[in-house]
Protein backbone atom coordinates (compact mmCIF):
# COMPACT_ATOMS: atom_id res chain seq x y z
CA UNK A 1 0.00 0.00 0.00
CA UNK A 2 2.73 2.57 0.76
CA UNK A 3 4.61 1.94 -2.62
CA UNK A 4 1.16 2.33 -4.19
CA UNK A 5 0.87 5.62 -2.15
CA UNK A 6 4.12 6.47 -3.40
CA UNK A 7 4.11 5.96 -7.21
CA UNK A 8 0.44 7.99 -6.98
CA UNK A 9 1.37 10.82 -4.79
CA UNK A 10 4.73 11.34 -6.37
CA UNK A 11 3.85 12.22 -9.99
CA UNK A 12 1.18 14.49 -9.06
CA UNK A 13 3.36 16.28 -6.69
CA UNK A 14 5.85 16.71 -9.70
CA UNK A 15 2.99 17.99 -12.07
CA UNK A 16 1.63 19.98 -9.43
CA UNK A 17 4.85 21.36 -9.00
CA UNK A 18 5.61 22.11 -12.36
CA UNK A 19 2.13 23.51 -12.90
CA UNK A 20 2.52 26.03 -10.41
CA UNK A 21 6.09 27.39 -11.78
CA UNK A 22 4.50 27.64 -15.23
CA UNK A 23 1.44 28.89 -13.66
CA UNK A 24 3.53 31.76 -12.61
CA UNK A 25 3.36 33.06 -16.38
CA UNK A 26 -0.47 33.49 -16.09
CA UNK A 27 -0.58 35.51 -13.32
CA UNK A 28 -0.98 39.21 -13.64
CA UNK A 29 2.15 40.87 -12.91
CA UNK A 30 2.29 42.72 -10.06
CA UNK A 31 4.87 45.27 -11.69
CA UNK A 32 2.22 46.38 -14.24
CA UNK A 33 -0.56 48.89 -12.61
CA UNK A 34 -4.19 49.15 -14.22
CA UNK A 35 -4.41 52.37 -15.29
CA UNK A 36 -0.54 53.45 -14.80
CA UNK A 37 1.49 55.96 -16.33
CA UNK A 38 2.54 55.75 -20.26
CA UNK A 39 6.43 56.18 -18.86
CA UNK A 40 6.08 53.60 -15.80
CA UNK A 41 5.06 51.03 -18.24
CA UNK A 42 7.45 52.12 -21.23
CA UNK A 43 10.05 50.98 -18.23
CA UNK A 44 8.18 47.67 -17.45
CA UNK A 45 8.21 46.81 -21.35
CA UNK A 46 12.16 48.13 -21.14
CA UNK A 47 12.82 45.48 -19.07
CA UNK A 48 10.30 43.21 -19.74
CA UNK A 49 10.82 42.24 -23.38
CA UNK A 50 14.65 41.28 -23.41
CA UNK A 51 13.68 38.65 -20.46
CA UNK A 52 10.74 37.41 -22.48
CA UNK A 53 13.14 37.16 -25.37
CA UNK A 54 15.81 35.41 -23.71
CA UNK A 55 12.98 32.75 -22.32
CA UNK A 56 11.97 32.05 -25.94
CA UNK A 57 15.35 32.41 -27.21
CA UNK A 58 13.73 35.79 -29.97
CA UNK A 59 16.16 37.08 -31.86
CA UNK A 60 14.36 40.40 -32.12
CA UNK A 61 11.37 42.23 -31.88
CA UNK A 62 9.34 45.42 -32.63
CA UNK A 63 6.35 46.92 -30.86
CA UNK A 64 4.32 50.05 -31.32
CA UNK A 65 1.66 51.16 -28.29
CA UNK A 66 -1.53 53.36 -29.53
CA UNK A 67 -3.35 55.09 -26.57
CA UNK A 68 -6.40 57.27 -26.81
CA UNK A 69 -6.12 57.05 -30.97
CA UNK A 70 -2.26 58.30 -30.92
CA UNK A 71 0.97 56.05 -31.67
CA UNK A 72 2.52 57.03 -28.38
CA UNK A 73 5.36 54.51 -28.05
CA UNK A 74 7.73 52.78 -29.85
CA UNK A 75 10.65 50.33 -29.32
CA UNK A 76 12.84 47.66 -31.14
CA UNK A 77 14.72 45.24 -29.37
CA UNK A 78 17.56 42.77 -30.03
CA UNK A 79 18.86 41.83 -33.77
CA UNK A 80 18.20 41.82 -37.34
CA UNK A 81 20.83 39.93 -38.05
CA UNK A 82 22.45 37.95 -35.02
CA UNK A 83 24.90 36.23 -36.33
CA UNK A 84 26.75 39.56 -37.69
CA UNK A 85 25.49 41.60 -34.80
CA UNK A 86 23.18 44.43 -36.60
CA UNK A 87 20.47 45.90 -34.31
CA UNK A 88 16.97 45.96 -34.55
CA UNK A 89 15.59 49.28 -35.07
CA UNK A 90 12.07 50.49 -34.95
CA UNK A 91 12.10 52.03 -38.45
CA UNK A 92 13.34 48.62 -39.66
CA UNK A 93 10.69 46.71 -41.52
CA UNK A 94 9.79 43.20 -41.14
CA UNK A 95 7.43 40.68 -42.82
CA UNK A 96 4.10 41.29 -41.30
CA UNK A 97 2.92 37.98 -42.62
CA UNK A 98 -1.10 37.21 -42.65
CA UNK A 99 -1.65 41.13 -41.08
CA UNK A 100 -1.14 41.35 -44.62
CA UNK A 101 -4.79 39.86 -45.43
CA UNK A 102 -6.81 43.14 -42.99
CA UNK A 103 -4.69 45.80 -45.06
CA UNK A 104 -6.04 44.07 -48.35
CA UNK A 105 -9.31 43.73 -46.90
CA UNK A 106 -9.37 47.22 -46.62
CA UNK A 107 -8.30 47.85 -50.27
CA UNK A 108 -11.18 45.57 -51.01
CA UNK A 109 -13.15 47.35 -49.00
CA UNK A 110 -12.11 50.56 -50.76
CA UNK A 111 -13.49 49.58 -54.25
CA UNK A 112 -16.79 48.74 -52.73
CA UNK A 113 -17.45 51.66 -51.07
CA UNK A 114 -16.35 53.85 -54.70
CA UNK A 115 -19.03 51.37 -56.16
CA UNK A 116 -16.87 49.85 -58.81
CA UNK A 117 -17.42 46.06 -56.58
CA UNK A 118 -20.70 44.39 -54.71
CA UNK A 119 -19.03 42.65 -51.62
CA UNK A 120 -22.07 39.90 -52.27
CA UNK A 121 -21.63 39.50 -55.90
CA UNK A 122 -20.06 36.34 -56.82
CA UNK A 123 -15.79 36.95 -57.69
CA UNK A 124 -16.28 35.46 -61.20
CA UNK A 125 -18.21 38.34 -62.34
CA UNK A 126 -15.32 40.82 -61.91
CA UNK A 127 -12.74 39.02 -63.46
CA UNK A 128 -11.75 39.69 -67.29
CA UNK A 129 -9.21 37.70 -68.69
CA UNK A 130 -8.99 34.71 -66.14
CA UNK A 131 -11.82 32.13 -65.00
CA UNK A 132 -11.76 29.94 -61.67
CA UNK A 133 -10.35 26.39 -62.68
CA UNK A 134 -13.49 24.02 -62.84
CA UNK A 135 -14.78 22.05 -59.67
CA UNK A 136 -17.18 19.98 -58.25
CA UNK A 137 -19.12 22.95 -56.73
CA UNK A 138 -20.68 25.92 -57.97
CA UNK A 139 -18.41 29.46 -58.63
CA UNK A 140 -22.24 31.02 -57.64
CA UNK A 141 -21.38 31.24 -54.27
CA UNK A 142 -17.66 32.65 -54.36
CA UNK A 143 -18.94 36.07 -53.51
CA UNK A 144 -16.37 38.52 -52.45
CA UNK A 145 -17.44 38.90 -49.03
CA UNK A 146 -16.90 35.15 -48.52
CA UNK A 147 -13.61 35.40 -49.92
CA UNK A 148 -13.06 38.16 -47.18
CA UNK A 149 -14.01 36.05 -44.23
CA UNK A 150 -12.62 32.96 -45.08
CA UNK A 151 -16.14 31.06 -46.10
CA UNK A 152 -15.60 30.61 -50.22
CA UNK A 153 -15.04 27.32 -49.81
CA UNK A 154 -11.17 27.36 -50.96
CA UNK A 155 -8.20 25.68 -49.67
CA UNK A 156 -5.26 26.90 -47.20
CA UNK A 157 -3.00 27.10 -50.12
CA UNK A 158 0.95 25.98 -50.10
CA UNK A 159 2.52 27.66 -47.19
CA UNK A 160 6.00 26.17 -48.76
CA UNK A 161 6.19 27.78 -52.11
CA UNK A 162 8.63 30.32 -51.16
CA UNK A 163 11.26 31.99 -53.63
CA UNK A 164 14.39 33.76 -52.88
CA UNK A 165 14.01 37.48 -54.29
CA UNK A 166 15.96 36.86 -57.55
CA UNK A 167 14.03 33.82 -58.69
CA UNK A 168 11.44 34.16 -61.65
CA UNK A 169 8.34 34.19 -60.35
CA UNK A 170 5.29 32.61 -61.58
CA UNK A 171 2.24 34.52 -62.02
CA UNK A 172 -0.77 35.09 -60.16
CA UNK A 173 -2.93 33.88 -62.60
CA UNK A 174 -0.83 30.25 -62.96
CA UNK A 175 -0.58 30.33 -59.17
CA UNK A 176 -4.34 30.18 -58.91
CA UNK A 177 -4.94 28.10 -62.14
CA UNK A 178 -3.40 25.44 -59.77
CA UNK A 179 -4.85 26.27 -56.31
CA UNK A 180 -8.45 28.05 -56.44
CA UNK A 181 -10.34 24.75 -56.61
CA UNK A 182 -13.33 24.92 -53.82
CA UNK A 183 -13.34 21.50 -51.65
CA UNK A 184 -16.29 22.30 -49.85
CA UNK A 185 -19.87 24.18 -50.34
CA UNK A 186 -18.95 27.74 -50.82
CA UNK A 187 -20.65 29.17 -47.53
CA UNK A 188 -20.78 25.99 -46.23
CA UNK A 189 -18.54 27.06 -43.06
CA UNK A 190 -15.10 28.70 -42.06
CA UNK A 191 -11.57 27.58 -43.60
CA UNK A 192 -8.59 29.45 -43.47
CA UNK A 193 -7.20 30.42 -46.77
CA UNK A 194 -4.77 32.65 -48.01
CA UNK A 195 -5.74 31.26 -51.85
CA UNK A 196 -9.03 33.35 -51.10
CA UNK A 197 -6.94 36.23 -50.53
CA UNK A 198 -4.68 35.94 -54.01
CA UNK A 199 -7.88 35.77 -55.52
CA UNK A 200 -8.70 39.19 -54.37
CA UNK A 201 -5.14 40.11 -55.19
CA UNK A 202 -6.36 39.87 -58.65
CA UNK A 203 -9.89 41.04 -58.11
CA UNK A 204 -8.21 44.41 -57.62
CA UNK A 205 -5.71 44.28 -60.62
CA UNK A 206 -8.67 43.56 -62.87
CA UNK A 207 -11.43 45.69 -61.42
CA UNK A 208 -8.73 49.19 -60.84
CA UNK A 209 -6.06 48.57 -63.68
CA UNK A 210 -3.54 48.88 -61.48
CA UNK A 211 -0.75 46.69 -60.30
CA UNK A 212 -2.21 45.23 -57.08
CA UNK A 213 1.07 46.59 -54.87
CA UNK A 214 0.50 50.12 -56.39
CA UNK A 215 -2.94 50.04 -55.63
CA UNK A 216 -2.51 49.39 -52.33
CA UNK A 217 0.30 52.06 -51.97
CA UNK A 218 -1.82 54.78 -53.41
CA UNK A 219 -5.37 53.59 -52.06
CA UNK A 220 -4.01 52.14 -48.68
CA UNK A 221 -0.44 52.51 -47.67
CA UNK A 222 0.56 56.31 -48.30
CA UNK A 223 -2.70 58.26 -47.60
CA UNK A 224 -2.53 56.07 -43.91
CA UNK A 225 0.66 57.49 -42.92
CA UNK A 226 2.39 53.76 -43.25
CA UNK A 227 5.49 55.31 -44.36
CA UNK A 228 7.71 51.76 -44.55
CA UNK A 229 4.89 49.32 -45.83
CA UNK A 230 5.52 48.07 -48.67
CA UNK A 231 4.37 44.95 -51.04
CA UNK A 232 6.97 45.33 -53.13
CA UNK A 233 10.52 43.08 -51.92
CA UNK A 234 14.06 44.97 -52.87
CA UNK A 235 17.41 44.82 -51.92
CA UNK A 236 17.15 48.97 -51.83
CA UNK A 237 14.86 48.89 -48.70
CA UNK A 238 16.74 50.79 -45.91
CA UNK A 239 17.22 49.68 -43.17
CA UNK A 240 18.08 46.42 -44.48
CA UNK A 241 15.31 44.14 -44.25
CA UNK A 242 16.32 41.18 -41.01
CA UNK A 243 16.26 37.94 -40.88
CA UNK A 244 13.70 35.63 -40.46
CA UNK A 245 14.66 32.02 -37.50
CA UNK A 246 13.09 29.09 -37.51
CA UNK A 247 11.98 26.74 -34.89
CA UNK A 248 15.35 25.67 -34.24
CA UNK A 249 17.31 28.75 -34.33
CA UNK A 250 18.32 28.59 -37.91
CA UNK A 251 18.73 31.84 -39.82
CA UNK A 252 16.26 31.99 -43.00
CA UNK A 253 17.46 34.10 -45.98
CA UNK A 254 15.18 36.41 -47.48
CA UNK A 255 12.21 34.91 -49.78
CA UNK A 256 9.38 36.65 -51.35
CA UNK A 257 6.22 34.74 -52.67
CA UNK A 258 4.40 34.57 -55.77
CA UNK A 259 1.68 36.40 -54.48
CA UNK A 260 1.29 39.42 -52.22
CA UNK A 261 -2.23 39.67 -51.09
CA UNK A 262 -2.35 36.91 -48.36
CA UNK A 263 0.96 37.44 -46.46
CA UNK A 264 3.86 39.88 -48.84
CA UNK A 265 3.48 42.94 -46.95
CA UNK A 266 7.04 44.68 -45.15
CA UNK A 267 5.86 47.25 -42.10
CA UNK A 268 7.40 48.70 -38.79
CA UNK A 269 5.18 48.25 -35.77
CA UNK A 270 4.48 51.99 -36.19
CA UNK A 271 2.91 51.31 -40.15
CA UNK A 272 0.62 48.86 -38.80
CA UNK A 273 -0.19 50.60 -35.21
CA UNK A 274 -1.07 53.70 -38.20
CA UNK A 275 -3.13 51.11 -39.73
CA UNK A 276 -5.02 49.97 -36.56
CA UNK A 277 -5.78 54.02 -35.75
CA UNK A 278 -7.49 54.29 -39.10
CA UNK A 279 -9.72 51.53 -38.01
CA UNK A 280 -11.07 53.85 -35.08
CA UNK A 281 -13.48 56.05 -36.34
CA UNK A 282 -13.96 58.22 -32.98
CA UNK A 283 -10.25 58.98 -33.38
CA UNK A 284 -9.00 58.72 -36.66
CA UNK A 285 -9.46 61.35 -39.52
CA UNK A 286 -8.16 58.94 -42.59
CA UNK A 287 -10.81 58.89 -45.55
CA UNK A 288 -9.73 55.70 -47.16
CA UNK A 289 -13.36 54.33 -45.55
CA UNK A 290 -15.62 55.61 -44.33
CA UNK A 291 -17.42 54.68 -40.30
CA UNK A 292 -19.73 52.32 -42.27
CA UNK A 293 -17.08 50.63 -44.29
CA UNK A 294 -15.34 50.00 -41.19
CA UNK A 295 -17.69 48.53 -39.40
CA UNK A 296 -18.56 46.25 -42.16
CA UNK A 297 -14.98 44.99 -42.19
CA UNK A 298 -15.26 44.34 -38.40
CA UNK A 299 -19.13 42.51 -38.86
CA UNK A 300 -18.77 38.86 -37.45
CA UNK A 301 -19.34 36.73 -40.94
CA UNK A 302 -18.50 33.64 -39.19
CA UNK A 303 -18.27 32.07 -35.78
CA UNK A 304 -17.43 28.57 -35.97
CA UNK A 305 -13.61 28.83 -36.14
CA UNK A 306 -12.43 24.97 -35.47
CA UNK A 307 -9.20 25.45 -33.74
CA UNK A 308 -9.01 29.66 -33.81
CA UNK A 309 -12.32 29.16 -31.61
CA UNK A 310 -10.00 28.63 -28.94
CA UNK A 311 -8.89 32.26 -28.60
CA UNK A 312 -11.08 34.17 -30.72
CA UNK A 313 -15.05 34.48 -31.14
CA UNK A 314 -15.79 35.59 -34.91
CA UNK A 315 -14.15 35.95 -38.10
CA UNK A 316 -15.24 39.39 -39.69
CA UNK A 317 -13.63 40.47 -43.12
CA UNK A 318 -10.05 40.32 -42.90
CA UNK A 319 -10.18 40.30 -39.05
CA UNK A 320 -10.54 38.42 -36.11
CA UNK A 321 -12.97 39.47 -33.68
CA UNK A 322 -13.53 38.99 -29.41
CA UNK A 323 -15.75 40.14 -27.09
CA UNK A 324 -14.25 41.36 -23.51
CA UNK A 325 -15.33 40.63 -20.39
CA UNK A 326 -17.13 44.67 -20.24
CA UNK A 327 -18.76 44.05 -23.36
CA UNK A 328 -16.20 46.12 -25.85
CA UNK A 329 -15.07 44.23 -28.54
CA UNK A 330 -11.84 43.31 -29.60
CA UNK A 331 -10.21 43.17 -33.52
CA UNK A 332 -6.98 41.03 -34.12
CA UNK A 333 -5.09 39.55 -36.62
CA UNK A 334 -2.06 37.56 -36.59
CA UNK A 335 0.81 36.39 -39.09
CA UNK A 336 3.51 33.41 -39.02
CA UNK A 337 5.54 32.40 -42.08
CA UNK A 338 9.23 30.79 -41.97
CA UNK A 339 11.33 32.52 -39.70
CA UNK A 340 8.55 35.42 -38.64
CA UNK A 341 5.64 35.67 -36.18
CA UNK A 342 3.59 39.30 -35.50
CA UNK A 343 0.61 40.47 -33.75
CA UNK A 344 -1.66 43.11 -33.38
CA UNK A 345 -4.81 43.50 -31.16
CA UNK A 346 -6.92 46.72 -31.34
CA UNK A 347 -9.95 48.09 -29.17
CA UNK A 348 -11.67 50.54 -31.00
CA UNK A 349 -14.04 51.75 -28.78
CA UNK A 350 -10.91 52.92 -26.04
CA UNK A 351 -8.51 53.79 -29.40
CA UNK A 352 -6.04 51.31 -27.90
CA UNK A 353 -3.94 48.82 -29.80
CA UNK A 354 -0.87 46.62 -29.63
CA UNK A 355 1.37 45.94 -32.36
CA UNK A 356 4.04 42.99 -31.70
CA UNK A 357 6.55 42.42 -34.76
CA UNK A 358 9.34 39.75 -34.86
CA UNK A 359 11.66 38.02 -36.98
CA UNK A 360 11.60 34.28 -35.02
CA UNK A 361 8.74 31.13 -35.34
CA UNK A 362 9.15 30.78 -31.81
CA UNK A 363 7.02 34.11 -30.56
CA UNK A 364 3.39 32.44 -29.90
CA UNK A 365 4.26 32.68 -25.92
CA UNK A 366 6.59 35.80 -25.97
CA UNK A 367 3.13 37.65 -27.83
CA UNK A 368 0.72 35.85 -25.64
CA UNK A 369 2.89 37.26 -22.30
CA UNK A 370 2.30 40.95 -23.82
CA UNK A 371 -0.55 41.23 -24.44
CA UNK A 372 -1.20 39.94 -20.78
CA UNK A 373 0.30 42.65 -19.33
CA UNK A 374 -0.72 45.16 -21.79
CA UNK A 375 -4.59 44.31 -21.03
CA UNK A 376 -4.21 44.65 -17.37
CA UNK A 377 -2.34 48.06 -17.84
CA UNK A 378 -5.28 49.26 -20.08
CA UNK A 379 -7.85 47.55 -17.54
CA UNK A 380 -9.21 45.09 -20.17
CA UNK A 381 -10.01 41.30 -19.31
CA UNK A 382 -7.05 39.24 -20.81
CA UNK A 383 -7.28 38.55 -24.65
CA UNK A 384 -8.43 34.82 -25.89
CA UNK A 385 -4.57 34.94 -27.18
CA UNK A 386 -3.40 35.12 -23.46
CA UNK A 387 -4.52 31.30 -23.05
CA UNK A 388 -1.47 29.98 -25.10
CA UNK A 389 0.05 30.47 -21.79
CA UNK A 390 -2.72 29.01 -19.92
CA UNK A 391 -1.21 25.85 -22.84
CA UNK A 392 2.42 26.40 -21.65
CA UNK A 393 1.02 25.70 -18.22
CA UNK A 394 -0.59 21.86 -19.24
CA UNK A 395 2.76 21.15 -21.47
CA UNK A 396 4.58 21.60 -18.42
CA UNK A 397 2.36 19.79 -15.97
CA UNK A 398 2.28 16.91 -18.25
CA UNK A 399 6.36 16.90 -18.40
CA UNK A 400 6.22 17.12 -14.66
CA UNK A 401 3.95 13.88 -14.97
CA UNK A 402 6.51 12.23 -17.41
CA UNK A 403 9.11 13.14 -15.39
CA UNK A 404 8.12 11.97 -11.96
CA UNK A 405 6.83 8.08 -13.41
CA UNK A 406 10.40 7.96 -15.32
CA UNK A 407 11.90 9.10 -12.14
CA UNK A 408 9.74 5.97 -10.01
CA UNK A 409 10.12 3.60 -12.64
CA UNK A 410 13.96 4.10 -12.30
CA UNK A 411 14.05 4.02 -8.66
CA UNK A 412 11.84 0.52 -8.82
CA UNK A 413 14.34 -0.92 -10.98
CA UNK A 414 17.31 -0.23 -8.85
CA UNK A 415 15.85 -1.04 -6.04
CA UNK A 416 14.96 -4.33 -7.66
CA UNK A 417 18.30 -5.22 -8.73
CA UNK A 418 19.91 -4.46 -5.38
CA UNK A 419 17.52 -7.08 -3.60
CA UNK A 420 18.53 -9.62 -6.57
CA UNK A 421 22.17 -8.98 -5.58
CA UNK A 422 21.45 -8.78 -2.28
CA UNK A 423 21.86 -12.66 -0.31
CA UNK A 424 18.81 -13.62 1.75
CA UNK A 425 19.80 -14.50 5.22
CA UNK A 426 17.55 -18.13 5.49
CA UNK A 427 18.34 -18.00 9.69
CA UNK A 428 15.99 -14.66 9.80
CA UNK A 429 12.72 -15.43 10.09
CA UNK A 430 10.00 -13.21 7.88
CA UNK A 431 7.95 -11.19 10.31
CA UNK A 432 4.78 -12.79 10.86
CA UNK A 433 6.09 -16.55 10.14
CA UNK A 434 7.69 -19.25 11.08
CA UNK A 435 10.97 -20.47 11.18
CA UNK A 436 11.70 -22.29 8.04
CA UNK A 437 13.68 -26.03 8.22
CA UNK A 438 17.40 -26.06 7.95
CA UNK A 439 17.13 -27.52 4.68
CA UNK A 440 14.67 -27.68 1.82
CA UNK A 441 14.80 -29.87 -0.69
CA UNK A 442 15.42 -28.78 -4.51
CA UNK A 443 15.88 -25.14 -4.02
CA UNK A 444 19.53 -22.93 -4.32
CA UNK A 445 19.57 -22.23 -0.65
CA UNK A 446 19.72 -25.65 0.30
CA UNK A 447 22.18 -26.72 -2.16
CA UNK A 448 20.15 -28.77 -4.63
CA UNK A 449 19.89 -31.40 -1.98
CA UNK A 450 16.73 -33.55 -2.26
CA UNK A 451 14.59 -32.64 0.96
CA UNK A 452 11.17 -33.75 2.07
CA UNK A 453 9.67 -30.95 4.99
CA UNK A 454 6.38 -32.79 7.18
CA UNK A 455 4.09 -30.73 8.05
CA UNK A 456 0.69 -31.27 9.54
CA UNK A 457 -1.88 -32.47 7.73
CA UNK A 458 -4.72 -31.00 5.92
CA UNK A 459 -7.92 -31.76 6.48
CA UNK A 460 -10.42 -31.36 3.66
CA UNK A 461 -14.30 -32.33 4.05
CA UNK A 462 -15.42 -35.14 1.89
CA UNK A 463 -17.62 -33.90 -0.08
CA UNK A 464 -17.63 -32.21 -4.22
CA UNK A 465 -16.37 -28.93 -4.80
CA UNK A 466 -14.39 -26.97 -6.56
CA UNK A 467 -12.79 -24.12 -5.83
CA UNK A 468 -8.73 -23.04 -5.41
CA UNK A 469 -7.05 -23.24 -2.08
CA UNK A 470 -4.21 -21.12 -0.88
CA UNK A 471 -1.53 -23.42 0.61
CA UNK A 472 -0.49 -22.14 3.79
CA UNK A 473 2.48 -22.78 6.24
CA UNK A 474 6.51 -22.66 6.26
CA UNK A 475 8.29 -22.70 2.53
CA UNK A 476 11.63 -21.91 1.56
CA UNK A 477 12.80 -18.82 2.05
CA UNK A 478 15.12 -18.68 -1.05
CA UNK A 479 12.50 -19.46 -3.54
CA UNK A 480 9.77 -18.88 -1.88
CA UNK A 481 7.73 -22.20 -2.56
CA UNK A 482 5.40 -23.72 -0.21
CA UNK A 483 5.67 -27.05 1.31
CA UNK A 484 2.96 -29.94 1.17
CA UNK A 485 3.19 -32.94 3.61
CA UNK A 486 5.36 -35.94 1.86
CA UNK A 487 6.52 -34.22 -1.33
CA UNK A 488 9.89 -32.86 -2.24
CA UNK A 489 9.27 -29.02 -2.27
CA UNK A 490 10.20 -28.36 -6.49
CA UNK A 491 7.45 -30.92 -7.47
CA UNK A 492 5.00 -28.40 -5.91
CA UNK A 493 2.85 -25.34 -7.48
CA UNK A 494 4.25 -21.94 -6.40
CA UNK A 495 1.25 -20.35 -5.10
CA UNK A 496 -1.85 -22.44 -5.37
CA UNK A 497 -3.32 -25.70 -6.51
CA UNK A 498 -6.75 -26.71 -7.34
CA UNK A 499 -8.31 -29.41 -5.72
CA UNK A 500 -12.04 -30.93 -6.63
Same mark, same amino acid.
Given at each position: ?79 ? $??? /??? @?? #???? =????? &?? !?? +? ?54 ? $??? /??? @?? #???? =????? &?? !?? +? ?54 ? $? ?265
Amino acid at each position: MKRIKVAVVLPLAAALAFAIAAGQRYVPDTRVSAGGSMEGYAAYLDQRVPELMQRYDIPGASLALVKEGRTVWKQAYGYA $DRE /AGR @AL #TADT =PLRVQ &SI !SK +SITACGVMRLAETGAIDPDAPVEQYLKTWQLPPSAYPTEGMTVRRLLSHTAGLPLG $DVF /AMY @AP #TDAL =PSLEE &SL !SG +SAIPFREPGAGFSYSNVGYNLLELLIEQVDGRDFAQYMAEEVLEPLGMEHATFVWS $DAIRPPLPLGYALDGRAVPAYVYAEKASGGLLATAEDIAAFTIAGMPAYSRQHVLTPAGIAALYAPQARRLGVYSLVFDAYGSGYYIERLADGAYAVAHGGQGSGWMSHFQAVPQTGDALVILTNSQRSWPFIAGLLHSWARWRGFSPPGMTRILLGECVLWSLFGLMLAACLLRTANLIAGISRRRAPPDAATPRPGRPAAPAAIGGCPGAGGRPAVVRLPEISVPQRRFSQRILLAGPGCRCCGRLAVPGIPVPQIPLLSRTMR
